[in-house]
Structures are given as C-alpha cells and as structure tokens.
C-alpha cells in the first residue's frame, strides 16, 4: 500500500462522509468495504445509525435477510451504496455481466438488491475504486439497477454521485447526467476525462477532492478497522496499516 | 440420521434451497453431497451463495441457479460459476435478494405471488418469463408493480448451532432460514450439537428456533460450515477461503482442491 493509495482512498471515505451528513440511518450491503468505512465516520460524528450486513454487532436485523429491504420499501433507511462491474454516464450499473454468454463474454456476481434499493432508498451512492474506459462505459451492457425512471413508476430517490478512485462527480438525475465536482490527490481534470468513457459535464475549474480530517484518519485505523474487521479483514488492515 | 443418510434424501434434479454464506451454509453436507454423487441439481440461493455453489456447479452437479449473486465475497468473483456461464453449461435465472425473500415469504403463506416494489427498468425483470408487471389495482393513478410467483423449493438445505432431541432447531436471529424451511417440502439441517433442552419451551429461546414441525432431517456435522463461519460459533477461514479462490481459478487447480477436500473423505 503506497502513500498515493491511501490518500486516494481517504478522499474517497471523505466524500462519502459528506453524503451522508442529514441521514439518520444508512445500510451498508456486501462488498462495500469503503462505504462502510465513510458510514462509521459519519456514526462518528453524527450519529447516523448504521446497519451494516454481514457484521454480528452492526447487522442490527432480527428478522432476517428480508428487513433490510422491508425497512427500505418502508422508508426507513436514508441512504445505500451500490458498486457494479460497469456504471454509465446515465447512473445506471451493471452488475450483471459484459459481451456474449455463453461465448466469450465476462459474467459478474449478478445484481444483490440493486434493482430494488436504487429505487427505494433516497441518497444512493455510486462508488467503484477502478476508474477506466473498461468500468465507466457510455452506457452499460446490460441494467441492473436504473439510474432513472420515466415518470409514474414508483421510485423515492437514486444515484447522487460517483465516487471513484480518480475522482469525485454529482448527479442530476433531472438530465440523467454527471457533473465532475473533483478529482483525488494525485489526477487532473484531463486526465480523468481520458480514463472515462462517458460524457459529463465539467466547470472550468476542477478542485482537488477535500481529505479527511485529522480526527477521522485516527478513527480510521482504531475504531472503523476494528468494527470492519470482521467482514473485510484484509481492508481493516489496510487501513491500520497506513500511517 | 447420519450425514450420508441425510444427503442421500436429495434426488436428482432437486430445487435445493441455501442460504447466504453467513447464515449458517451446510459446507460438511455439501462435501458428502458430492461424496453421494447427487447432480442434476437445481440451486436456488437465499439470496446469494458463494463458495457452496461454486464448488456444486465447478463438480458438475448443478444445471441451473437462481441467485441475486453468487460471489466469494472478499475473496472475489467465484471462479468455477464464472466459467460455468462462460461455457454454457448452466442456466442462469439472475433474480434480487428482495424478491428471493418475498416469493419465499408466498410460500409460507400459500398464495400465488407476491408484489414487490422497485426493479422496473431493470434488465433482471427484463429477463425473467416467470414475472409479471401489473397495475397496482388499488391507485388511482398509473402505478405499476412487478409480481412474483411464489417458490416453493423442493428441499432446503443449511447448517444451524443447534437442535434438541424432539427435532427443533436453533438458528438465532438468522430468521431466513425460518422462512426457508416454512417455503421448502423438506428442510434438511446439520447441527454443531443435540442439546438435553427442549428449544421450542423455553422462552427465550424460542424466537430462534425452528419447530421440528418443519423439520425432516437432521444430522450432527460438528464445524459443518467450514471453511465458512458460523456467527457465534467460528469465524469464516478467510486463508482456506483464499487457498480456494485460487485453486479454482483453473479447471486443475479445483479438481486438485476437490480431491484434497471431498474424494479423500475426511476433512480435518
């Protein structure tokens, strides 16, 4: 782990942490190790409840694998994580597989929640560390989760930004379009528009993506590692490791 | 009953219902499963499976899934189901962990369907024959909602702390394997031990347990979920569960790994 990688990664938690500022209670689902992270900062801080699957002290469901997604049709969790294999320009991720199947195609793990969450939790958080033409095409093979809906279908909320290794974007889900708001330690604004392969908007000047605070970084290493342990072990000691 | 008494209960083309891989999966099991010979194997995943599937569809035992997701978690994509799509030999019938839990939830209340909210644009419905889209007949405006028919699976499968002597079994908060067993025809479960204490009488056990009522077998398979955890009990082998991904990466990195763990018949 090289000291680029771990400021990366810490602006990465630091704009989620800022997304989540106002929720009362997000849920945190498989494979999210860096959200996970982002949502004990904002515990932290703000007290925000977080129900973290998979974690025997912060999986906080007693009736099962279903209360999770009862809570979300409820109205009852306020903002979720979602990654995918592919996220397009239009908010939409493919968790599902790229090219032929069978043939020559790639398969993924398949779609979790994602159908159902990204339509019933309001602040939806997009995130996928690998920032390439390959993950971040103009629009997805094939749609797990929509990124937007036509009008009449039930649906309380969405993506409100891209988080990746490279960079930081907010979402209009109006115009089904990113706007580039940072780029991480490390990138410029080109640069990230070379690695993209959709279109997005960009204001003349792109800001560096904010660190954490000092605070956070020490809750980082000792507390959030020690609750993260038992479902990302190997990210719980990344995060001891950096200094 | 024995493991081999209890797994030679599943046939040929069973819809096998197990769980996610934190919930109690009944990995023993599965190795005297493979042990028995047992395929044509219908797997539905509750919600997801990971390193169970994998090892069922790369011995060739499995012809279809129904899944949300089937990944090794932490320790990446699942090899064997990845080259298993790739070569077309097994059919895929990608669902959502929410809709999983509901048509099971039919199930146990013995209607039909189900509704459920969300997953409208998304290519999973676009996928599936067996869902309907239909108007929400109690709005006053458009409001259209997917149903979906009720799962009954043949046998459900998983591993759980404990059962007493009359048959219950104690699963603790994991409330899906309940809603499993209330779903399935049969529910087959290995325990870590048979308690003296009758699990359904006391009071404060009997939230979690599941009443012998639903149950039809069970068999005593102590660490019967390694090299995955049982919550409470063990931790997940996170080592052994890398050893795996590895191996399984190719087609002779996963039969040496079946050799080591299922052909030579002990384990530990």
Same mark, same amino acid.
């Given at each position: 782990?090289?000291?680029?990688?771990?400021?990366?990664?810490?602006?990465?938690?630091?704009?989620?942490?800022?997304?989540?500022?106002?929720?009362?209670?997000?849920?945190?689902?498989?494979?999210?190790?860096?959200?996970?992270?982002?949502?004990?900062?904002?515990?932290?801080?703000?007290?925000?409840?977080?129900?973290?699957?998979?974690?025997?002290?912060?999986?906080?469901?007693?009736?099962?694998?279903?209360?999770?997604?009862?809570?979300?049709?409820?109205?009852?969790?306020?903002?979720?994580?979602?990654?995918?294999?592919?996220?397009?320009?239009?908010?939409?991720?493919?968790?599902?597989?790229?090219?032929?199947?069978?043939?020559?195609?790639?398969?993924?793990?398949?779609? *979790?929640?994602?159908?159902?969450?990204?339509?019933?939790?309001?602040?939806?958080?997009?995130?996928?560390?690998?920032?390439?033409?390959?993950?971040?095409?103009?629009?997805?093979?094939?749609?797990?989760?929509?990124?937007?809906?036509?009008?009449?279908?039930?649906?309380?909320?969405?993506?409100?930004?891209?988080?990746?290794?490279?960079?930081?974007?907010? *979402?209009?889900?109006?115009?089904?379009? *990113?706007?580039?708001?940072?780029?991480?330690?490390?990138?410029?604004?080109?640069?990230?528009?070379?690695?993209?392969?959709?279109?997005?908007?960009?204001?003349?000047?792109?800001?560096?993506?904010?660190?954490?605070?000092?605070?956070?970084?020490?809750?980082?290493?000792?507390?959030?590692?020690?609750?993260?342990?038992?479902?990302?072990?190997r990210f719980a000691r990344a995060?001891?490791?950096?200094? | 009953?024995?493991?081999? %008494?209890?797994?030679?209960?599943?046939?040929?083309?069973?819809?096998?219902?197990?769980?996610?891989?934190?919930?109690?999966?009944?990995?023993?099991?599965? !190795?005297?499963?493979?042990?028995?010979? @047992?395929?044509?194997? !219908?797997?539905?995943?509750?919600? @997801?499976?990971?390193?169970? $599937?994998?090892?069922?569809?790369?011995?060739?035992?499995?012809?279809?899934?129904?899944?949300?997701?089937?990944?090794?978690?932490?320790?990446?994509? $699942?090899?064997?189901? @990845?080259?298993?799509m790739r070569a077309g030999t097994?059919?895929?019938?990608?669902? +959502?962990? /929410?809709?999983?839990?509901?048509?099971?939830?039919?199930?146990?209340?013995?209607?039909?369907?189900?509704?459920?909210?969300?997953?409208?644009?998304?290519?999973?419905?676009?996928?599936?024959?067996?869902?309907?889209?239909?108007? #929400?007949?109690?709005?006053?405006?458009?409001?259209?909602?997917?149903?979906?028919?009720?799962? !009954?699976?043949?046998?459900?499968?998983?591993? =759980?702390?404990?059962?007493?002597?009359?048959? #219950?079994? &104690?699963?603790?908060?994991?409330? %899906?394997?309940? +809603?499993?067993?209330?779903? =399935?025809?049969?529910?087959?479960? +290995?325990?870590?031990?048979?308690?003296?204490?009758?699990?359904?009488?006391?009071?404060?056990?009997?939230?979690?347990?599941?009443?012998?009522?639903?149950?039809?077998?069970?068999?005593?398979? /102590?660490?019967?979920? &390694?090299?995955?955890?049982?919550?409470?009990?063990?931790?997940?082998?996170?080592? %052994?569960? $890398?050893?795996?991904?590895?191996?399984?990466?190719? %087609?002779?990195?996963?039969?040496?790994?079946?050799?080591?763990?299922?052909?030579?018949?002990?384990?530990?």
């Amino acid at each position: 782990m090289t000291g680029t990688d771990a400021a990366r990664r810490e602006a990465m938690i630091a704009a989620v942490v800022r997304r989540l500022e106002g929720c009362r209670t997000v849920a945190v689902g498989a494979s999210s190790p860096m959200p996970a992270a982002a949502s004990l900062l904002a515990r932290a801080r703000w007290d925000t409840r977080v129900l973290m699957l998979g974690n025997d002290r912060l999986d906080r469901f007693t009736e099962g694998g279903r209360e999770l997604f009862d809570l979300a049709a409820q109205g009852r969790i306020d903002a979720f994580f979602l990654s995918g294999g592919q996220i397009d320009g239009a908010g939409n991720v493919n968790l599902l597989g790229v090219g032929d199947l069978p043939g020559d195609g790639q398969r993924f793990p398949g779609s *979790f929640g994602s159908p159902y969450l990204a339509m019933l939790v309001p602040r939806l958080i997009l995130f996928r560390e690998e920032h390439s033409l390959r993950t971040l095409p103009e629009r997805v093979d094939a749609i797990s989760a929509p990124g937007t809906s036509p009008p009449g279908v039930y649906r309380r909320g969405g993506p409100v930004a891209l988080i990746t290794g490279r960079a930081v974007f907010a *979402f209009d889900p109006a115009r089904a379009r *990113f706007t580039l708001e940072s780029v991480n330690p490390g990138e410029t604004a080109r640069g990230v528009r070379a690695a993209t392969g959709f279109s997005y908007d960009e204001a003349s000047d792109v800001p560096i993506s904010p660190p954490l605070e000092e605070a956070d970084r020490a809750r980082l290493r000792g507390q959030v590692a020690d609750d993260l342990d038992p479902v990302y072990p190997r990210f719980a000691r990344a995060l001891r490791a950096a200094s | 009953m024995t493991l081999r %008494e209890l797994v030679a209960t599943i046939g040929e083309g069973d819809l096998v219902a197990v769980p996610r891989e934190y919930s109690g999966v009944a990995m023993e099991a599965t !190795r005297e499963l493979l042990r028995a010979g @047992t395929g044509g194997l !219908r797997l539905l995943a509750v919600p @997801t499976s990971g390193l169970q $599937a994998d090892v069922l569809i790369g011995a060739g035992r499995v012809t279809a899934v129904e899944a949300a997701a089937i990944s090794l978690g932490e320790a990446g994509l $699942a090899p064997r189901f @990845t080259a298993a799509m790739r070569a077309g030999t097994i059919t895929m019938l990608d669902s +959502t962990c /929410p809709a999983v839990h509901a048509a099971l939830q039919a199930a146990e209340k013995g209607v039909p369907f189900v509704p459920l909210r969300g997953i409208l644009g998304s290519d999973v419905l676009a996928r599936r024959d067996d869902w309907r889209v239909e108007q #929400n007949p109690f709005a006053e405006g458009p409001d259209p909602i997917v149903l979906l028919p009720a799962l !009954r699976p043949d046998v459900a499968l998983f591993h =759980a702390p404990r059962a007493d002597r009359e048959g #219950n079994v &104690w699963v603790g908060r994991h409330r %899906e394997l309940a +809603t499993m067993a209330h779903a =399935a025809a049969r529910t087959l479960v +290995t325990v870590e031990e048979v308690v003296d204490v009758d699990l359904v009488a006391d009071p404060e056990l009997a939230p979690g347990a599941i009443p012998a009522i639903y149950v039809s077998a069970i068999a005593v398979a /102590p660490r019967g979920a &390694w090299p995955l955890g049982l919550s409470g009990h063990y931790a997940a082998d996170v080592d %052994e569960l $890398a050893r795996y991904a590895a191996a399984a990466r190719s %087609e002779e990195g996963f039969t040496a790994w079946l050799d080591e763990h299922v052909s030579a018949g002990s384990v530990r």
